[in-house]
Antibody, heavy 117, light 108 residues
Framework: QVQLQESGPGLVKPSETLSLTCPVS????????WSWIRQPPGKGLEWIGY???????NYNPSLKSRVTISLDTSKNQFSLKLSSVTAADTAVYYC???????????WGQGTLVTVSS | SYVVTQPPSVSVAPGKTATISCGGS??????VHWYQQKPGQAPVLVIS???DRPSGIPERFSGSNSGNTATLTISRVEAGDEADYYC???????????FGGGSKLTVL
């Protein structure tokens, strides 16, 4: 049973870069899309993007100019960087394992990131 | 990008059947997945690929998908089913997942 756990700062200042990491334990990093999904307080889910085990990435067009997702196979973890954040980026951020072009079969517990000075 | 639409809220009495719709253009040609999310928790997959139940999900949960509407059906609704439910498809044009806006199921 794969386990995912988001880690990173819970508070980020406006205009700075949000950085989160998600170690993957209990499973291989191969053959899946490793994704980041977010949920603003009281609102719905938004897919940020994914990275495939071969390093290929794809991002939500609405965030593409500010997002970078990377993979460290030596540490079995993947990461999210979101630049130039504003209060609108305040959300619970989830890392997740995705069946290729399909459903999410494993989620992290989520971490709240607040953008505020 | 592809748009999927859900009703914001659905109410049902205990023991009755709840249906939650997920609308989209020719959604019947896509695979639809459903997640249950309770307050303060990560979503949980309850139906994948239109009507497959993951291990541990009660048989009371079922799904269908045809034309422009996919449907999640919860039979013999219990108080513990009260949650937000999200449908999700893969938008092959932009190669990313798309969620519906979510439906809050209230058990009366």
């Amino acid at each position: 049973q794969v386990q995912l756990q988001e880690s990173g700062p819970g508070l980020v200042k406006p205009s700075e870069t949000l950085s989160l990491t998600c170690p993957v334990s209990g499973g291989s990093i191969s053959d899946y899309y490793w994704s980041w999904i977010r949920q603003p307080p009281g609102k719905g889910l938004e897919w940020i993007g994914y990275i495939f085990y071969n390093g290929n990435t794809n991002y939500n067009p609405s965030l593409k100019s500010r997002v970078t997702i990377s993979l460290d196979t030596s540490k079995n973890q993947f990461s999210l960087k979101l630049s130039s954040v504003t209060a609108a980026d305040t959300a619970v951020y989830y890392c997740a394992r995705v069946i290729v072009a399909g459903n999410i079969d494993s989620w992290g517990q989520g971490t709240l990131v607040t953008v505020s000075s | 990008s592809y748009v999927v639409t859900q009703p914001p809220s659905v109410s049902v009495a205990p023991g009755k059947t709840a249906t939650i719709s997920c609308g989209g253009s020719h959604i019947g040609g896509k695979s639809v997945h459903w997640y249950q999310q309770k307050p303060g928790q990560a979503p949980v997959l309850v139906i994948s690929y239109d009507n497959d139940r993951p291990s541990g999900i009660p048989e009371r949960f079922s799904g269908s998908n045809s034309g422009n509407t996919a449907t999640l059906t919860i039979s013999r609704v219990e108080a513990g089913d009260e949650a937000d439910y999200y449908c999700q498809v893969w938008d092959s044009n932009i190669d990313i997942g798309i969620f519906g806006g979510g439906s809050k199921l209230t058990v009366l």
